[in-house]
């Protein structure tokens, strides 16, 4: 059983930044690959970043240059510069299982972006 637990949003002016954490517990061994996705009303949710076991990154062309996602064993960061009001969206944490055809999801974080 994995779970997700997200932290870090909040209310900022663009051009600010904000470092998102998610913390994944439980059985963190099953655990492949990790990104944050995010999700606003009218919009389908978004794939923003990832990073696979062995530290490979990929990242959404909207967030390039100004995202970074990291990751130390069961915590996953999400370092958001530059932030632009159409970033504001709920951002959840997703980690899919090694072997098998399942994935978990945090409940989401909201971040919010003022002009």
């Known amino acids: 059983q994995v779970q997700l637990v997200e932290s870090g949003g909040g209310l900022v002016q663009a051009g600010e930044s904000l470092s998102l954490l998610c913390t994944a517990s439980g059985s963190i061994s099953d655990i492949s690959g990790m990104a944050w996705f995010r999700q606003t009303p009218g919009k389908q949710r978004e794939l923003v970043a990832s990073?696979?076991?062995?530290?490979r990154t990929e990242y959404a062309d909207s967030v390039k240059g100004r995202f970074t996602i990291s990751r130390d064993n069961a915590k996953v960061y999400l370092q958001m510069n530059s932030l632009k009001p159409e970033d504001t969206a709920i951002y959840y944490c997703?980690?899919?299982?090694?072997?098998?055809?399942?994935?978990?999801w945090g409940l989401g974080t909201q971040v919010t972006v003022s002009s």
């Open positions: 997703y980690a899919q299982l090694v072997g098998l055809t399942s994935s978990r």
């Open positions: 990073i696979t076991t062995g530290g």
